[in-house]
């Protein structure tokens, strides 16, 4: 490879180890560069890579004028090349690293025609994080028997939009009748699911309506649905049974026992703590009686003693007024007092002054006199 440094000269390409050729416009009709079939020409103007070039190291056959390192060399140099005149400078280097040919910039897509899709990697991770493809029923193996091995089943389904104008195939047309069968049982089955609902629903409003509030066999009986409702009612026939009656008859002679104990006994309380309440309530009143009398002269007072203390307030008010004043004139007295001994002490100075003026106006007078 050609030394970089040499890399300005016009019209030379470096095209790989001790090989150079002139780039030539097609148009031109120039003679051939010897230069390009000929390399060894140039020869001493190569060096190997990586080497330093001193001026030492210049072969001494060179013309003192050639100096790489000089600012004029390339001037001189195009004299000794007639076919190099007006040239492009074309330079052919080896390409670019792997890592460096995708650093490119991507023309974005301004077509309306493209649909922008944009995908949330983290949202498709935890939307098909747990999933697994089902191997129920697969068999993937090699064995000999009698079952035919199956796998997964693959194959396109394809059925036409509406209004395309496009005949369709047998295929097609077996995997829209096949999805339509589909779509039409899901229907159906709906359809049978929300009749029986309905009936249901109305043997219930039915059964609900006819109910009497007020007759005590039917309280109870308003249960969450139908069957719950006849669970009631058969609970409640198997009550009637003889042997069942005879004990409940018992048992309600006993809670009726229990019931009049405690009706008497509650009356005799009731009556008790009634005849409590009526006495406290009696000698409430006769307390009240004399307390009743001197009521109207109490709230005369009350009011009284309430303008009372509405002037208090108010004095007190005053008198917070009054001692703030206080304390901002003893402070203006303050300042004046200090104001005072200012000018007093500044009239002594120009007291003081004039004084003086006046002696010197009397000596200077006096000098004159003389």
Request: charged share 25%.
């Amino acid at each position: 490879m050609a030394d970089p440094k040499y890399a300005d000269l016009p019209g030379i390409v470096s095209t790989g180890p001790a090989r150079l050729r002139k780039t030539v416009p097609p148009t031109s009709r120039r003679p051939p560069n010897r230069l390009a079939h000929d390399p060894s020409r140039l020869q001493p103007f190569l060096r190997p890579s990586g080497s330093r070039r001193s001026l030492s190291d210049r072969p001494q056959h060179l013309p003192d004028f050639f100096d790489p390192i000089g600012p004029g060399h390339r001037a001189e140099l195009l004299a000794h090349f007639p076919y190099a005149r007006n040239e492009p400078d074309v330079y052919e280097t080896s390409d670019l690293p792997e890592d460096d040919q995708a650093e490119f910039d991507a023309e974005e897509l301004t077509s309306t025609s493209v649909e922008h899709i944009i995908v949330n990697p983290n949202a498709a991770y935890d939307k098909f994080k747990d999933k697994r493809v089902g191997t129920k029923g697969l068999d993937f193996s090699d064995r000999i028997g009698k079952t035919k091995r199956t796998g997964y089943e693959s194959g396109e389904y394809e059925m036409l939009g509406e209004g395309l104008g496009v005949k369709e195939t047998p295929q097609q047309k077996y995997q829209r009748l096949l999805h339509e069968v589909q779509e039409l049982t899901t229907e159906v089955e709906k359809i049978k699911v929300a009749e029986l609902e309905k009936r249901l629903t109305e043997l219930e409003a039915t059964v609900r309506c006819d109910q009497d509030a007020q007759n005590p066999l039917s309280a109870g009986l308003q249960g969450a649905c139908l069957m719950e409702t006849v669970e009631l009612l058969q609970a409640k026939v198997s009550a009637l049974d003889l042997a069942v009656l005879d004990q409940v008859e018992a048992r309600l002679q006993s809670v009726l026992g229990k019931v009049n104990e405690i009706a008497k006994h509650k009356a005799s309380v009731e009556d008790a703590d009634t005849q409590s309440k009526v006495h406290q309530l009696y000698e409430t009143i006769q307390r009240w009686s004399p307390i009743a009398s001197t009521l109207p002269e109490l709230v005369q007072r009350l009011v009284t003693i309430k303008q009372l203390h509405e002037q208090a307030m108010q004095f007190g008010q005053l008198l917070t007024h009054l001692d703030t004043t206080q304390q901002m004139i003893a402070s203006s007295l303050k300042d004046n007092a200090t104001l005072l001994t200012q000018v007093q002490t500044t009239m002594c100075e120009n007291l003081a002054t004039v004084e003086g003026n006046f002696a010197s106006i009397d000596e200077r007078m006096k000098k004159l006199g003389k």
